[in-house]
């Protein structure tokens, strides 16, 4: 072990020159920073769309600028066609599931930090980790160029369906070559991710530094270990998936193409395919990617709570862990309830809805555990722990909701309403969404070295935390009144009634959206401006807090750390660095 | 008296070419009209026409309500009280060597109540067709044109929107336009060169600003297909051609 | 005093949330199917089970946060540690989860578990781009072969039907609206022209897609008169939001009056 991370300590001499030092570097805190900076810029293209959907679904005839120059055909006269807003809708799903949740909380974070706080120099394959940011940014470069072709973004939604995602043109507009980049950049992203998985497993089992047993890894470290397996396993089946796809449209294939499909009168030259083998394949995907979203989320809020509340987690880290792993291994027999309504077996239905039923038994032992461990705690409220407890709110909300769509019976009825946007929206979409933002103003000051306001932090998370619930519980209530999801207008005759609502939520989403300027300021002007960052601003206890703000190029300056504790080493006032030979304070 | 008339010569030349000059060709390459022909005819169907079957709009309220009191019906075989074949294309097939494009007003495309108005217009190589929705929904106009150098599209056009204006390079009779959102709605778009009519439902027909000369006259029906007729056309002598088709 | 703020923060919301639901502000329509009372109860149930469970987590976070958030007090964890919630979780949630799967299964069985009954009305249900067309078999009972290279919507031949070769084809009604008697069974197949496209009747408890290549059957018995909305739900393209028919309820004799207009109609 001490021979790997000696070795591991001096495989690179620091980079000379702006490209090797900023642009093209193998050292995984630029690319830590590479990885956030890009899903930051999604963020605010994703939001960006979101915004002119709910724009339209509020006032149709609202003339938007700025997109009808972007797309004169998607835009006329600047007013929104069905077809474009069905774009808009699929590129916002795509580069927010993607590029923002699955990149930031993982590959930003975890590349930073994960090397820093296993005691390593960098990560296992630094060449490979550079390849991956760069795969990844071809990805989302594709993924924006569908913007400017001709043929516009594909408008199937981010599940892509066939045969309407496979028969190309005949389908309709937005069935162009935007689909086939669409298929091109999602498949550069599983190749990053699966280069990242690889080398996330290794770092952790290779190159822990001395003491750094796996009893003593930081909760973070254990999540991202977990999920560096789920998305091996779940992204090397969306790799074929994608290709597959594109060979249907461009390949004269038939995965996924039945016989005897009739477009404009004209009969399609395919036959032999499924589109619910599309569906599986996709689904077996889909559904550990919203864990692949959410575990690292889990790991972060376990890793920041202690160090906010002063104490350690109620079980210390074997419970969460397992919980992690628990749900990571049963995100793999759920996929189904994806499809309960879909044309599969009803008994298979049963099937999978048994364990989605039952993988809320881990959810809610990690919910408790969380939720427990502020009884009785010194609770700091700094802007990290607010989006953290904000976060275990948001999560219990978005996890009740499973309840009712795990279930066949009640599915069939709430399958494609609103009800579901809003269930996904919190589960994986702002839940992640605040952990990422607690994880930013907790390791903000460690990776740049200064710190962020904290005024504007935790008005930051208020208005958010309101806009949440305002517009996506909101969702939630208009899908028990069967609002279907995915539609451009509301037109006679039951969803006519919901418009008012629509436009509560439309203007809810605005002010949401507006509200992200104030974190948006914060971190650029506190990049440049802010106050000079401490080691250890929070007096928190893992490796990342024992070395600078920033960290020199290889983390530790060149000595070689040893661990005496494990991570949460919090008794009030008093705590014990897992550096520090001092007595344990937690008994952990 | 031989100085009186050389000197009216002058005033004369001048009149002369003063009325000549009203028959001068205008820009727009229009054959004058003193020296076109004409081809008038009626096209008639012979037989019982199949049943105009009834359009059930229901799915799209707005217009199930404009055709309450009178249903919609299909118009491919559309036949007047006097046996007239209506919606029949009759354009100069070969022999036109005038210019290709003789109308000048701009053709037009309605979309009103969920149906093409008309169902079935013609238009020359390079017209301008403006396609207008007059309806509250929205409509996706699909022009399946076959012909190299016309371009298939596909474009939402929402109602009271800005018209949409195209023209075609090619002859093509007829380019299928069909709205994706309203499977019942279409209509077909013939592009030709040179004079052209569209009948009624009493079939009746007149081609204007025809130079003199031999040609092939081509009637088309969306059901019953072309017939064609060969007519020699005269100055100050309409030439007259009735065509037949036959009901299946 | 911020730890307080959030506390009453989320005891507000959840409030709001619950009372929004209990309440029924946005709700179902009437239920106006026979299997519709089970899927309801059903979501009842789980309204009781989720919304105790949300209730309660909220309102727990918000208590720790409300009293122990300016707390300096040494800290201490709960008796018992990680023990009595894990068991919780394993027991409560696991009864809770066992009691909706076994009780659920009855309802999803009676619309999928059961047969169609025997004597059911079978309508032949045809989505495409953005339209739904139905088939009645006519006097004679049977259907017509499809033949999907012939289909002409121009023509209205939407189903690719070939009555001129196919005497079974011949007396097939084919309507834009789904009209059925009450209190009949009635048998549904669905099958699609090109992508995938749903059937959703909110007030049949109903939802269905259609997949290209699939004949699918459903079956329900309606017990009110009255006109409902048929909408697609599984997104197909851009007239997706635009794609419906109307579902007509009838007694028999009105029924029989509208299947013969429309037989004449064809």
Known sequence: MAAISARAAVHHLPPQGFIRKYVFSVDHKVIGIQYTTLSLVAAFVGMALSWAMRIHLAWPEARIPLLSLLSPNGMPGGVMTPEYYLSLMTMHGTIMAFFVLTAAPMAGYGNFMLPIQVGAADMAFPRLNMASFWVTFVGFVLACATFIIPDGPPLSGWTAYPPLSAVGPAAGPGQGWGQNLWGLSIALFCVASLLGALNFIVTTLELRTKGMTLSRLPISAWAWFINAWVSLLAFAVLLPTCLLLVLDRLGGTSFFIPAGLVFNDQLQAHAGGSPLLFQHLFWFFGHPEVYIIILPAFGIISHILPTFICKPLVGGWKVVTFAMIAVGTLSFVVWGHHMFVSGMSPFMAMVFSVPTLFITIPSVIAVLIWVFSLYRSNMRFQTPLLFSLGFISLFITGGIGGFFLAQPSTDSYLHATTFVVGHFHFTMGLSAIFATFAGFYYWFPKMFGRMLNEKLGKLHFWLSFVGVYSVFMTMHLTGFAGAVRRYSAFVDDFMVPLIPTNRFISVAALLLGATQFIFLFNAIWSRFKGPKAPDNPWGATTLEWATGSPPPFDNFGGRQVTVYHGPMEYDGEARVMQTSPEASVAGT | ?248 | MTGKIFAILVAIITTISAYCVIAHVWWMPVDISVHGPKIDSQLEETVLVAGTLFIAGQLVLAAFVFLYGGSRAKPMQIPGGAKPLVLFAFLLVGAEVMALSFIGSKAWGAVYFTAPDPNSLHIDVQAGQFAYYFRYAGPDGKFGALHPELINEGTQNYFGLDPEHDPDARDDIVTAQLAIPVNKPILLTLHSKDVGHSFYVRELRVQQDFVPGLNLPIHFTATQTGRFEIVCTQLCGLGHYNMKAYLSVLSQADYDEWLKKQAAMQ
């Open chain 2, 1 to 248: 008296m031989a100085r009186r008339i050389r000197a009216l010569a002058v005033p004369m030349g001048l009149v002369l070419l003063i009325c000549l000059s009203f028959g001068i060709p205008k820009p727009a390459g229009r054959v004058a009209a003193a020296a076109s022909g004409q081809i008038t005819g009626t096209v008639k169907l012979d037989g019982v026409a199949p049943k105009a079957k009834v359009i059930d709009m229901s799915k799209e309220p707005s217009c199930a309500k404009v055709h309450a009191s009178t249903p919609a019906t299909m118009e491919n075989v559309v036949v007047g009280p006097a046996g007239g074949l209506a919606n029949v294309v009759i354009y100069l097939s070969e022999g036109y060597t005038g210019s290709d494009a003789v109308a000048t007003q701009p053709a037009r495309l309605e979309q009103k109540g969920c149906q093409y108005v008309p169902h079935v217009i013609a238009v020359d190589v390079g017209q301008k067709l403006t396609i207008t929705n007059d309806d509250q929904t929205s409509h996706n106009i699909h022009p399946m044109p076959k012909a190299g150098g016309n371009q298939e599209w596909n474009k939402s056009q929402l109602g009271g929107s800005a018209p949409i204006e195209v023209s075609y390079n090619a002859p093509e009779v007829a380019v299928p336009v069909k709205c994706n959102v309203h499977p019942w709605m279409h209509a077909y778009i013939a592009v030709v060169k040179g004079p052209y009519a569209v009948t009624d439902d009493s079939g009746a027909f007149k081609l204007d600003y025809v130079p003199p000369g031999t040609y092939t006259l081509t009637a088309w029906q969306e059901t019953y297909g072309t017939q064609t007729a060969k007519v020699a056309v005269a100055l100050g002598k309409p030439a007259t051609v009735d065509f037949t088709f036959k009901a299946k």
